[in-house]
């Protein structure tokens, strides 16, 4: 892929490395590249839009400051970023006690992702990877039985253990734990395409 | 426990859904366990995507510039740390696709950790490394240049960005020259040398340095000689190293 100048975007490594050197525009090509699937994921977490910015303008801001100790063989940048972003957010929640919240529905299988799939195209703002991800994921979710994605998106969304999980299902922790294990294999493998991509 | 029931605990590790006493545990395990370090591994890779599960919203415009402004203040606290010059170059060298080795392959945070800054420490040691390596390896025009002596050791590579006159240099398996004795590196620029600077390794054989290329100077090929101490206008043996650049933009 090229960007309009012709020359292939810089990886998102390489704006790392940079960022460490204190680049402040590579920190903006950053977050023009994930700063709105890192949004998206800390307001399925927190729930309100000024508390969602607050993670992520924290989440960037830690991201600039221990850019020098991001290691790319332990994973992509956006993983690295979306776990920056997850714990600030289970963390905010968490200080506002605001945790019964988090077992509301905490993310919705998005029929629309899927639904965009083939109109990626016309959505230049996004990004056609993006929403190849999104559409596959929210599939692949959709796929399992409700049971699994359940405890799933509670540890996930919720930042609950399996063992909170099963009080608040009123399930027995057995159960729990033989559905998170389940789903989270199948996971592996309906997503296996988009692993073997490295998961840029 | 069995090593069937420390698996079973990788995926809900994954998720972060485990105790803290659980995960005290099993990262312990981890620690010993290269099996359960794969399969959490992967097991990551799938919560990474899960990113992608969240319900799509757009963050108001004026967002990127809190960004921003929040990482300039940051910046203006003071220095970001005296180990920052170093990492960046570790993170480059990585994107560069150079080998850091396996060490970093550890998955749970405390042993990467443990890993990463005993390999930080060790690259301390061995790096003389500045902010300014890191300018001349991410520029767009670098080009590289392996030199080697018929096949085996010593080697070095070279970095050379013509925009910013700089060239790093990365030296392995040389021994610390004679007393009285130091390293030269040259630029063959159509068949006569011009010194680059000079240069000795430590201890280890080991050495990483920047070295200013006077203006305009454009050379295909680099080469080291040894040198009587201070250096020499002109090579005064044959070189030991040598290397052909190959030209980035």
């Known amino acids: ?200 | 426990m069995t090593d069937h029931q420390w698996s079973e605990l990788a995926a809900p590790y994954a998720l972060g859904a485990l105790t803290p006493d659980e995960r005290t545990g099993f990262e312990a395990h981890l620690a010993e366990c290269a099996t359960c370090r794969a399969e959490v591994q992967t097991l990551r890779d799938v919560t990474g995507l899960l990113v992608h599960a969240a319900q799509d919203a757009t963050p108001s415009p004026a967002l990127r510039e809190r960004v921003m402004r929040e990482a300039r203040k940051a910046s203006s606290i003071g220095p970001r740390s005296a180990r920052a010059p170093v990492l960046p170059w570790l993170a480059a060298a990585a994107c560069l696709g150079l080998a850091l080795g396996a060490a970093y392959g550890y998955l749970h945070e405390r042993s990467a950790r443990t890993v990463a800054l005993r390999a930080l420490a060790a690259a301390e040691d061995t790096i003389t490394a500045r902010d300014s390596l890191v300018a001349t390896l991410l520029s767009p025009d670098v080009g590289s240049a392996a030199l080697a002596a018929t096949g085996k050791p010593p080697s070095a590579r070279l970095y050379w960005s013509p925009s910013r006159h700089r060239v790093v240099m990365a030296v392995y398996d040389l021994a610390p020259a004679p007393a009285g004795r130091i390293y030269q590196l040259w630029a063959i620029a159509r068949g006569k040398p011009v010194s680059l600077g000079i240069f000795n390794t430590s201890a280890n054989g080991r050495l990483t340095a920047a070295l200013n290329v006077p203006a305009g100077l454009t050379f295909e090929v680099t080469a080291v000689t040894e040198e009587p101490a201070g250096g020499s206008p002109q090579p005064t043996q044959q070189p030991f190293l040598i290397g052909k650049v190959a030209r980035g933009d």
């Open chain 1, 1 to 200: 892929m090229t960007n309009w100048q012709g020359r292939p975007p810089a990886p998102d490594c390489t704006l790392v490395a940079r960022m460490a050197n204190a680049d402040e525009r590579a920190l903006g090509e950053l977050y023009d590249r994930h700063g709105r699937p890192v949004y998206a994921l800390a307001l399925a977490i927190v729930r309100e839009r000024a508390d969602a910015e607050e993670v992520v303008a924290d989440a960037f801001g830690q991201a600039w400051r221990t850019a020098g100790q991001f290691d790319p063989s332990r994973g992509s940048v956006g993983a690295w970023l979306a776990t920056i972003t997850r714990t600030r957010a289970l963390d905010l929640v968490r200080a506002r006690g605001r945790r019964a919240r988090a077992l509301e529905r905490v993310s919705r299988v998005d029929a629309d992702a899927v639904a965009t799939l083939g109109a990626a195209a016309d959505a230049p703002d996004r990004g056609v990877e993006r929403e190849e991800a999104r559409g596959l994921v929210a599939r692949s979710l959709a796929d399992l039985p409700d049971a699994q994605r359940r405890v799933i998106e509670l540890a996930y969304f919720g930042g609950l253990s399996q063992t909170e999980i099963a009080a608040e299902l009123r399930e027995p922790l057995g159960t729990v734990k033989t559905r998170m294990r389940a789903g989270m294999e199948k996971l592996r493998g309906s997503l296996a395409q988009l692993l073997s991509e490295g998961a840029a």
